[in-house]
């Protein structure tokens, strides 16, 4: 009997403090990681960081549409003017349009976050230290379940030791090393969404309370329209832009419930529109060139504009992006 409950003990206490010791070091490494990429992100990225990917497409629409790149009209239909891009969301963008009114907003903003081009930024945050990388986040995450694990085992077997009187004085110090783990889960466990890391939500918290880039106008904004959407959203900037308007009932838009009891002729109906919604998805205009732009929005204090590098062509014509973040042809 006494061989049973040192053994129990043992594992008690193993339970219970090796989980929650290896959650606290997987914590501090995940969130202690020294960037590989010293600076401030640009305006795409300070939209992933304020919004997340679906911020990234909307500032990267506002920007085309504000330099006149890409048309929105009252139906929240998108067609492209001029097929320039200056990063890779944006040529992401153009491979999804066409020069006609065929491409629908909601659809276009739904699909768009998931392209491996925002997910570019996503990486790029990362490599400055902004972001927790996927990797480090799945650590974490198993680091958290196998102390619950332990949390459940260390408690399960304290809560028997109880009815042993020799084994009392262990249970105890078992119960109070349980409350402490879950203690430490609370403090310490994952989020649902860690992301940012402690730099991150530094930045974060700056970019958008002090500062130019805080400003809800376009006038008093840095990067223009498009800046303001990259911190504060849609809703950020002044509501006299139409494209604007159109955003923001795509952001609440949802796609329409089918009911397989309808008759034939909706059945029709449906499928029709069904092809008209890929019908864009493999026409329009896709940048075949060396489309390529830097960045030049310096963000320690973000006074500067974007700006694109020369060289940028789509298709069969050169196009170069001057100062004040625009695209010409």
């Not at 202690?32 to 600076?39: D, I, K, T, Y």
């Not at 891009?85 to 999804?96: D, F, G, M, T, W």
């Not at 903003?109 to 400055?128: K, T, Y």
């Not at 260390?154 to 028997?160: N, P, R, S, Y």
């Amino acid at each position: 009997m006494t061989a049973g409950i040192i053994v129990l003990s043992l594992v008690m206490f193993l339970a219970l403090l090796v989980p929650s010791a290896r959650l606290a070091v997987t914590r501090r490494r995940t969130l202690a990681l020294p960037p590989s990429v010293r600076g401030e992100p640009d305006l795409l990225g300070v939209a992933h960081m304020t919004g997340g990917p679906i911020r990234v497409v909307d500032t990267a629409i506002t920007r085309m549409c504000e330099d006149g790149r890409v048309s929105v009209n009252s139906s929240g239909k998108l067609k492209v003017e001029r097929a320039v891009a200056c990063n890779a969301v944006e040529r992401a963008l153009l491979a999804r349009c066409g020069s006609d009114w065929g491409t629908e907003l909601y659809r276009l903003r739904v699909q768009l976050q998931f392209d491996q081009a925002v997910d570019g930024v996503r990486s790029s945050l990362v490599n400055r230290g902004l972001l927790i990388s996927r990797a480090a986040e799945e650590k974490w995450k198993r680091a958290g379940e196998v102390q619950v694990g332990g949390l459940v085992v260390g408690g399960v077997i304290a809560l028997g030791l109880l009815g042993v009187s020799a084994a009392l004085p262990v249970a105890i110090v078992g119960l109070v090393l349980l409350a402490g783990g879950i203690k430490l889960r609370m403090a310490y466990g994952p989020r649902p969404k860690p992301g940012l890391t402690p730099r991150g939500q530094e930045f974060t918290d700056r970019v958008g309370r002090t500062g130019p880039w805080s400003a809800r106008t376009s006038a008093g904004h840095p990067e223009g329209v498009a800046g303001v959407v990259a911190v504060h959203g849609t809703g950020g900037p002044e509501p006299d832009e139409s494209y604007l308007h159109q955003l923001r009932l795509a952001a609440v838009s949802r796609p329409a419930k089918r009911t397989p009891a309808k008759t034939s002729k909706s059945a029709k109906s449906s499928s029709s529109s069904s092809s008209s919604y890929t019908s864009y998805s493999s026409g329009g205009y896709s940048c075949s060139g060396a489309s390529s732009c830097s960045s030049g929005s310096h963000h320690s204090g973000h006074s500067g504009h974007s700006s694109c590098s020369s060289g940028s062509s789509c298709s069969s014509s050169s196009s170069s992006c001057g100062g004040g973040s625009s695209c010409s042809s």
